[in-house]
T-cell receptor
Framework: DGGITQSPKYLFRKEGQNVTLSCEQN?????MYWYRQDPGQGLRLIYY???????QKGDIAEGYSVSREKKESFPLTVTSAQKNPTAFYLC???????????FGQGTRLTVV | DAKTTQPTSMDCAEGRAANLPCNHS???????VYWYRQIHSQGPQYIIH???NNETNEMASLIITEDRKSSTLILPHATLRDTAVYYC????????????FGQGTTLQVKP
């Protein structure tokens, strides 16, 4: 079935380590997005990509990096420069035109 | 910044209609109104979208005012499983740029 997959569902890391979150879609969507969600809060946009080999910063890009080498994949790296990395991370993809965004089930990152 | 404003929270009795409002006073002519909902610790789920006309699907109805500055999502017979955070967003269908979510409305369906 077509869909968008995030892995892993839960991730634990020690402070000071970089960690990469995976997001893969087989929907042939051009656009992909990364969001961060803190408890009781809405979704905040980290990075987005409208096409392969191109991406733009969202509202809270500091301390994060992304790549878009393939249409299907948009990995997010949480670097040691991110001051408060513990959060719920959501990936989404969207096609052109009058279509809706599809979301993954999220990765809950805990940094100890 | 989000281009929509929604009440922070609402309650609804089980079996009754839930009417969730959204203001989007700066919406432009080619922007659609989309509704999503998020059940705790899951990814948001698409509900419905529309441009000008009212829309209905198996999940909900969307009523858009004639001036398109506001809309209402209607869940006709709310159940306990409809308890979630509901997000209203506007999006230009001609591009896949920024997709900004606001804080949403937390709907609590009570028995």
């Amino acid at each position: 079935d077509g869909g968008i997959t995030q892995s892993p569902k839960y991730l634990f890391r020690k402070e000071g380590q970089n960690v990469t979150l995976s997001c893969e879609q087989n929907l042939n969507h051009d656009a992909m997005y990364w969001y961060r969600q803190d408890p009781g809060q809405g979704l905040r946009l980290i990075y987005y990509s409208q096409i392969v080999n191109d991406f733009q910063k969202g509202d809270i890009a500091e301390g994060y990096s992304v790549s878009r080498e393939k249409k299907e994949s948009f990995p997010l790296t949480v670097t040691s420069a991110q001051k408060n990395p513990t959060a719920f991370y959501l990936c989404a993809s969207m096609g052109q035109g009058n279509t809706e965004a599809f979301f993954g089930q999220g990765t809950r990152l805990t940094v100890v | 910044d989000a281009k929509t404003t929604q009440p922070t929270s609402m309650d609804c009795a089980e079996g009754r209609a839930a009417n969730l409002p959204c203001n989007h006073s700066t919406i432009s002519g080619n922007e659609y109104v989309y509704w999503y909902r998020q059940i705790h610790s899951q990814g948001p789920q698409y509900i419905i979208h529309g441009l000008k006309n009212n829309e209905t699907n198996e999940m909900a109805s969307l009523i858009i005012t004639e001036d398109r500055k506001s809309s209402t999502l209607i869940l006709p017979h709310a159940t306990l499983r409809d308890t979630a955070v509901y997000y209203c967003i506007v999006r230009d269908s001609s591009n896949t740029g920024k997709l900004i979510f606001g804080q949403g409305t937390t709907l609590q369906v009570k028995p």
